[in-house]
T-cell receptor, first 109, second 114 residues
Framework: AQRVTQPEKLLSVFKGAPVELKCNYSYSGSPELFWYVQYSRQRLQLLLRHISRESIKGFTADLNKGETSFHLKKPFAQEEDSAMYYCALRGAGSYQLTFGKGTKLSVIP | SAVISQKPSRDICQRGTSLTIQCQVDSQVTMMFWYRQQPGQSLTLIATANQGSEATYESGFVIDKFPISRPNLTFSTLTVSNMSPEDSSIYLC???????????FGPGTRLTVL
């Protein structure tokens, strides 16, 4: 069975501080990993996916197969980064997304 | 990315009644999905809706409780039948585009059952 774990329910950081949102997964194969973000009063939207290897809004995430992790990082947090962040996994050949429980990021001015 | 709308955006319903949620996409899509997000919980996939075939339900979800229609490539409905307070959740539609393997989400329908 596939599983996504986000150990932190809430993460508070000061503006300008580095941010790391943790995501660990369990899957016996080569998964595809995603980060979705939901800003206040907005719909869930894709932030980034590991196969793109791109930086969106200053965020990056590297898939570490050895540690089965896909942590989301940003060197300098901004107030507009305050949102709910969900890590999600899709197994090979599947359309189904398995989501973690989410981490609420609060950036303190 | 696809533009997805859901109706209604929210509703308050009485126990024992049923509610049908509509999902409309502005372009043709291959796959449509229905998720549930209970208070304080993550998103859980209810079923996958393919045009022209029966929906595929995930473990713990049955067609009698959550009948789904997918009459064409831009529209789907989810019905929550014989509702109880435990069905109070946000219900989300998502789509996977014909030219993309990324899922995009609708705004959600917030359902409260009294």
């Amino acid at each position: 069975a596939q599983r996504v774990t986000q150990p932190e329910k809430l993460l508070s950081v000061f503006k300008g501080a580095p941010v790391e949102l943790k995501c660990n997964y369990s899957y016996s194969g080569s998964p595809e990993l995603f980060w979705y973000v939901q800003y206040s009063r907005q719909r869930l939207q894709l932030l980034l996916r590991h196969i793109s290897r791109e930086s969106i809004k200053g965020f990056t995430a590297d898939l570490n197969k050895g540690e089965t992790s896909f942590h989301l990082k940003k060197p300098f947090a901004q107030e507009e980064d305050s949102a709910m962040y969900y890590c999600a996994l899709r197994g090979a050949g599947s359309y189904q997304l398995t989501f973690g429980k989410g981490t609420k990021l609060s950036v303190i001015p | 990315s696809a533009v997805i709308s859901q109706k209604p955006s929210r509703d308050i319903c009485q126990r024992g009644t049923s509610l049908t949620i509509q999902c409309q996409v502005d372009s043709q899509v291959t796959m449509m999905f229905w998720y549930r997000q209970q208070p304080g919980q993550s998103l859980t996939l209810i079923a996958t809706a393919n045009q022209g075939s029966e929906a595929t339900y995930e473990s713990g979800f049955v067609i009698d409780k959550f009948p789904i229609s997918r009459p064409n490539l831009t529209f789907s409905t989810l019905t929550v039948s014989n509702m109880s307070p435990e069905d109070s959740s946000i219900y989300l539609c998502s789509v996977e585009g014909l030219a993309s393997d990324t899922q995009y989400f609708g705004p959600g329908t917030r359902l409260t059952v009294l």
